[in-house]
Structures are given as C-alpha cells and as structure tokens.
C-alpha cells in the first residue's frame, strides 16, 4: 500500500503532467514547514500545481489573485462596526459621545453594537497567492508576519493561523511588464523558489492527449488529512542530522560569504532553512537520517533566491542535470560553491 506521500505524488499526477521534480519539491516545502515561491513564463502549469497540491488534502483552501489595486486588508482581513440589532439606523450614539455609545446609538432592539473581525483569506491552511509580483511592495510585505510567525496583528490585536500553514505564491519573471521586484527580506520567508520549466516533449504529448480539464482539477479528491500533515512534519523533526552533515551545511554557508563574486552570501536562516528542507527530503524518500546528497540537491531551490550576485563576474556557465545557469547568476556560483567544499564520504 502506497505510503502519504506516495499518495500525495499520485493524486497530483492526475492533473499535473509537468515536472515531477518540482511537485517533489512543493510537498518537500509542505513537510518542511516553509513556503514555496513558483517562478516561470505563463503557461507552464504554476497555478495547476498549486491548487493540486491544496486539492489533494483535507483542509482549507484560499486563492488570492494578486492585483496592482489590492490592499493588505483585501488578504488579512478588515475590523468593521456592526450596528446594534434594531439600532436607530445611523449606528452611532447620541448620548454617549461616541459610536454606538452611551445609550441612545443602540435603539430598543436590545442587541449592542461592537466591532468585528472579518477575516480575510490568509486565514486557510493553504494559501495560493497567484502572481504575487503584480501587487506594489505594500501589500507584498503584509504576508511576511503570517509567513515568518504563522500569525496575522489586525488593530493591536494577534490571531494566530491554524496549522498547518502554506503560503504558495506563483510569479512571472521579474523583467516581464507590470511586475514588482520582491523586498528581499520577503524572498528570504519563502523556503524555496522553483522553476517549472517547459515539459518534456513525452509530458506535453500526454498533456495534448488527456487534456486535462479544470472541470478535473476541481474535481480532485483528497487522499490525505490534515492531521496526516502534521504527523508527516512530526516525522521530519525526527529526521537525524549527523554532526558531519551540520558541518557541511555551515562549510557551505561558510563559502558563499567568502565569495568575491557575491555581495550577500547565505545568512544562517537559509542554513537553517537548508538543513530542514534536507530532512523533509529524507522522509519524501522513506528514510529516518539524512544523507550528503539531500543537502546538495536542495542548495539552489533553497539558496539561490538567498544570495545575491555581483553585477560583474567572469564566472563560467554552469550546469547541473536540471537545467544551464549564466555566467554570474547565483545558480552557477552556488555549483562553484559546492565544488569547492567537499563532501561528506
């Protein structure tokens, strides 16, 4: 019998029929606590995959689409006046000096009138933020609470998010029109930043054959529940990290800051944010310890979105069997760094 993860995979499957490497990597993020930010050309299966995933289990869903006229209370939620039950109309008292005071606001209805908070869609377990660089900064930074302490602070009042809690964003290439850059303290919340990429010629023949539906996607079924999500985040808590392998990931993070060709290296954040994504792939392998290989494989999703280059290197082209990276992106300086650190045996 297939394990949870396995299931997850499947069920994704069925109307995903892109990269599987990147459907390993958002259930990675899942199980690793973090969020994902999905980068690539319209078209590729971005938003698809997203919902998949938030399809595939048992719990609250939200989709925010990003616009350049959204406000931050369009996605935390909004603290309105709600007026007493059989109220004069008009909500605000006479007698009392302010709204709804004293005793001539409230009517003889006999209910009283208060404020209330409508909360908003960042209030779910999953969270789809679809083309979240088409909002101004403003509203990009109202996620980095929620992102970063699992909490939303509306009026001097804090309410905490259930768990589990995902925040999936999906954006164009920064250099497309009527797009805003992310403030690098709110890429540096997000746990990865992947690439979809576009499929192979075998995946987009299926893709033209089965043709996939969205009558199909919102009829996607769950396989998993929400406590089957916990326990899958319990069970990466317990994943052992031998001391060798601290050691490589801080010789890593160690490098990058070293680097002429960076400005900014890996902070320890991302270490840390490397060692769990290292762990989280250790049980999406059926295993209790980590090896040399789950860190590696997790550097440049985890990392790349973390450093920043110089604009001038002489570095060479880089590849990797995912994908070629320019000279000078911090793709190719990160695979120098992994060069120039040597492995665990």
Excluded: W
Excluded at 166 to 180: K, R, S, V
């Amino acid at each position: 019998m297939p394990g949870p993860v396995e299931l997850l995979r499947e069920n994704i499957g069925r109307v995903f029929l892109g990269n599987l490497r990147a459907v390993d990597q958002v259930i990675c993020c899942l199980l690793a606590r973090g969020h994902v930010l999905i980068e690539d050309v319209p078209g590729v299966g971005k938003t698809v995959l997203a919902t998949a995933l938030a399809r595939s289990i048992d719990c609250s869903f939200s989709r925010v689409q990003l616009t350049p006229d959204l406000l931050p209370s369009d996605i935390l939620g909004v603290t309105v006046y709600t007026r007493p039950v059989g109220g004069n109309g008009d909500g605000a008292g006479h007698s009392g000096g302010g709204v709804g005071g004293g005793g001539g606001g409230g009517g003889v209805g006999g209910g009283t009138g208060g404020f209330t908070f409508k909360r908003g869609p960042i209030f779910a377990n999953i969270v789809l933020a679809d083309e979240i660089n088409r909002t101004p900064p403003r509203t990009q930074t109202a996620l980095l609470e929620a992102m970063s302490e699992a909490t939303v602070t509306i009026d001097g009042r804090t309410y905490p998010l259930e768990q589990p809690f995902m925040l999936i964003a999906t954006q164009n290439p920064f250099d497309f029109e009527g797009t805003y850059l992310l403030p690098e303290n709110q890429l540096d919340r997000f746990l990865m930043r992947i690439g979809l990429g576009y499929p192979s010629p075998e995946a987009e023949s299926r893709v033209l054959a089965e043709r996939p539906a969205d009558t199909e996607l919102r009829d996607l079924r769950p396989v998993l529940h929400r406590d089957d999500v916990l326990a899958l985040q319990q069970r990466v808590d317990r994943v052992r990290m031998e001391p060798v392998l601290i050691d490589y990931i801080v010789q890593i993070a160690n490098a990058t800051r070293k680097r002429e060709d960076l400005q900014v290296g890996l902070s320890p954040r991302g270490a840390l944010a490397l060692a769990q994504a290292a762990r989280a792939t250790a049980v999406l392998a059926e295993r209790d310890y980590c090896t040399p290989d789950d860190i590696t494989q997790n550097l440049l999703p985890v990392g790349s979105h973390r450093v920043i280059a110089k604009a001038y290197t002489a570095a060479r082209v880089r590849h990797d069997e995912h994908g070629t990276y320019p000279p000078g992106s911090a793709q190719a300086i990160l695979l120098d760094v992994l060069e120039g650190v040597e492995s665990p045996a």
